[in-house]
């Protein structure tokens, strides 16, 4: 008769399997929390995630490809479970509500993203393509919400948002809250500001979408 697999094989078995990306940006930012962001090199990101080096140098061969695969996973998790866009729900409200879903998945790994942000100011590929990044960032965050990220009001609406999310993301640096309530508050300040002001009036329902 053939045994019966314990209940440890079972749960092991269940257990999600990480793929490399994710090993790779769990490790890349245990590193930057434990050496900080000017420290980390990929050879001790590969070994933190037990991987081979060739496996992680194609993934990310600098600390500036690091930061595109962070931006890749918080974007994912991010949009994770945006669905249509209740008519019932301001443009404010709902980019509210995908903004925090980003700081809420940054403070899963509060330390190491707190690093890298503050390292990768001084360090300028890195912070190339975070700049970038950004860009994309905020147009799916605009485009969840219900806004068009194209175009030259599109581009505006971009370089607006991403005024608010700066303003945001200095709060969070700061926010030791569990519930995150400092950052709420100056992210529902910001984006309030920049509803009432004229050159950011793309956050608002136009009046055709809204007849």
Known sequence: MAKKPSNKSAKASQAPVMSDAERIVDAGLAEAAALGWRNVSMSAVAARAELALATVLI???TRAHLVAKIFDRLDARMLDGVAAR????SVRDRLFEVAMKRFDAMNIHRDGMRAVVAGARFDPPALGVALCRADRSAAMMLSAAGVSPDGLFGCARIQGLKV???????AWMDDDSADLAKTMAVLDRALERAESLVRFRGFRRPQTEAA
């Open 59 to 61: 993934a990310a061969p």
């Open 86 to 89: 209740d008519e019932a729900d």
């Open 164 to 170: 608010v999310l700066a303003c945001a993301l200095k």
